[in-house]
């Protein structure tokens, strides 16, 4: 797999590996039958590669910047939540302020950005992560604003006209789960059983807001979203969040921008985290 990815013969990479074992002076691999393990210290030069490559890459941004180059690239890490409206907004205006620097965007869960982020395959990492996320501790975060979660349906589902809602109404209605962020449904599934309810066994699983919006908007679904993700659809009308009782579905939980600790930004990074920032002030939830 190595060889395949790097374009050069197996022979070739395992001669590289031996000569630099025999440079360092350590065993990087546990060669066996099965194939090879990395040892404890390979996987300490493999965190020191991703910081020196990282750094490669944003030494020759800061060189350009300096040189007075007007073009470079601006590569995102983006939760669902932020994509839809705060970083498209972001993006717009740093566009009209930066027309020459280019723009790339990965949209994922906050687990595969952060690692991403440390690998120097992008910048910067805007996200709303579940509480159950560790921030590796060579990442530095900063609270963009509150985020809250929301029991969401259409304005023709039964329940959005009711008075009173308890768990117990939300039970026979079918339910619209991530499928990575498995977690976010087992909290669910907790707050059921807490009250004593059965959790609901109709539950459709995705993790494509498309897919969503059209299941929310076609029929009696319910959706647990944080509130940016949806908030066009809210201000339309064409979606409307449930005021449960307890409210023991909608914890709050901070979006963070997530950059790494050591080494510098690059310029287009600097420029952009100011834009974010502003983009942020206007989200109701803080």
Not at 272 to 282: A, D, K, N, S, T
């Amino acid at each position: 797999l190595a060889a395949e990815a790097t374009g050069v013969s197996q022979q070739a990479v395992s001669k590289a590996i031996a000569k630099l074992e025999d440079e360092l002076g350590v065993q990087l691999f546990e060669r066996s039958a099965f194939g090879a393990t990395p040892t404890a210290f390979a996987r300490t030069l493999e965190r020191r590669a991703q910081t020196i490559l990282a750094e490669t890459r944003l030494a020759n941004a800061e060189l350009n910047a300096l040189s007075g180059a007007k073009h470079g690239t601006l590569n995102l890490g983006v939760g669902l939540t932020l994509a839809r409206e705060i970083i498209a907004h972001a993006i717009h205006r740093f566009r009209a302020q930066r027309p020459g620097i280019g723009i790339g965007a990965m949209i994922d869960v906050s687990p595969v950005l952060y690692q991403r982020l440390l690998r120097g395959e992008i910048d910067l990492v805007a996200s709303s992560p579940p509480e159950y996320v560790e921030i590796p501790p060579d990442i530095t975060t900063v609270r963009l604003f509150m985020e809250q979660d929301q029991v969401t349906v259409r304005p023709s589902h039964p329940l959005a006209k009711a008075k009173r809602i308890t768990l117990s109404d939300l039970v026979p209605y079918p339910w619209i789960a991530p499928l990575q962020n498995y977690s976010l449904w087992l909290r669910i599934c907790d707050a059921f059983s807490a009250a004593g309810i059965a959790p609901p066994k109709d539950v459709i699983r995705t993790d494509s807001v498309p897919l969503t919006l059209g299941l929310l908007t076609s029929e009696d679904c319910i959706c647990l979203l944080g509130r940016e993700m949806m908030a066009h659809e809210l201000r339309a009308g064409e979606l409307i969040a449930l005021k449960i009782e307890g409210q023991p579905l909608s914890p709050e939980r901070p979006a963070l921008l997530a950059y790494r600790s050591k080494g510098a930004l690059s310029p287009a990074a600097k420029a952009f985290i100011p834009l974010l920032r502003e983009v942020c002030q206007g989200v109701r939830y803080r």
